[in-house]
């Protein structure tokens, strides 16, 4: 696999705002994770962006099936811009596409990036300073806190908020934007969740477990580009009412979840760092599971 964005320099280019010099940016990998089903006009745009943010990046492709030709193009592009890529021989959901994904992972922090041009890549490094200062386990970038959005879908943005309002119900939580996509969690707490949603489930899904688990969540603005249905959005009211049934599912009737304490290093702290790469010699931490990949420097 080549390593192309491990090493840069890292600059102020493409942040949302200033960046804290304070904060180790050139010690920490993100590993961006885009499911894809069908979006051969827009996935190498998307890719393109993401290479254009200024972090050090685990690109994590996973064609969920596609029949429009997007696998042939993503393995043609694969050298230049993925960093890995799984393909799924049918389509799954987009549930069972991130999941593979998670656990291919060699970031410290992971992201899922929608390979559709709704959400901007540019504003990661915005979305990752709460981790890197220490104040978020989880942060989720909300297309309801103000952030410049297309104009679009009435009765579809109504729909969201009710779910998020169910689900707010039930985890205690008070999130402005369950459904969103950009979900940033940090790696060693992602791995702890058990999660087994197949399609769009994944959303309250992953909510609830990091709510149950005790994490830190944090929201900030972003902005949203909407597509309408004749553009190639994909989810609609069936999706919509099956996401009911997952509030209440994953909310009601779970599995234990562990508990989350934040580690007394950070893997991206020069001693969390040393402390990662030994445990990565013996393949297990502490507890005896399996250690994070590590990305070489």
Not at 227 to 246: F, M, P, Q
Not at 257 to 272: F, I, K, L, R, S
């Amino acid at each position: 696999m080549a390593q192309r964005s491990l090493g840069r320099n890292i600059s102020q280019v493409g942040s949302r705002s200033p960046r804290s010099t304070s904060l180790p940016w050139d010690r920490v990998v993100l590993s961006v994770v885009i499911p894809v089903y069908n979006e051969i006009s827009t996935v190498e745009k998307l890719l393109r962006q993401v290479r254009e943010v200024p972090l050090d990046l685990d690109v994590v492709v996973v064609d969920d099936g596609s029949t429009d030709g997007t696998g042939d193009l993503l393995v043609g592009l694969r050298e230049e811009l993925i960093d890995q890529l799984c393909m799924h021989e049918k389509n799954l959901g987009k549930g069972a596409a991130l999941r593979t994904g998670f656990e291919r992972v060699k970031g410290d922090i992971v992201v899922v990036q929608d390979a559709d041009l709704e959400y901007d890549p540019h504003e990661l490094p915005f979305l990752m300073e709460p981790i890197l200062s220490g104040k978020a386990d989880a942060v989720y970038g909300s297309r309801f806190l103000g952030g410049p959005h297309r104009v679009l879908l009435f009765w579809h943005s109504v729909g969201n908020r009710l779910l998020t309002l169910l689900s707010n119900i039930l985890t205690d939580v008070n999130l402005t934007d369950m459904e969103t996509c950009y979900k940033m969690v940090r790696t060693d707490l992602l791995r702890s969740l058990p999660l087994s949603t197949k399609r769009f489930g994944i959303e309250p899904e992953l909510t609830a477990r990091l709510a149950q688990a005790g994490a830190r969540i944090y929201e900030l603005p972003i902005s949203y580009h909407g597509r309408s249905y004749s553009e190639g959005k994909k989810i609609g009211w069936k999706d919509g009412v099956s996401a009911l049934g997952w509030i209440l599912k994953c909310n009601l009737c779970h599995p234990p979840v562990p508990q989350w304490a934040p580690p007394a290093n950070d893997p991206w702290d020069e001693v969390g760092r040393v402390i990662e790469e030994g445990d990565s010699l013996t393949g297990s931490d502490e507890n005896g599971l399996p250690g994070p990949a590590t990305n070489p420097r």
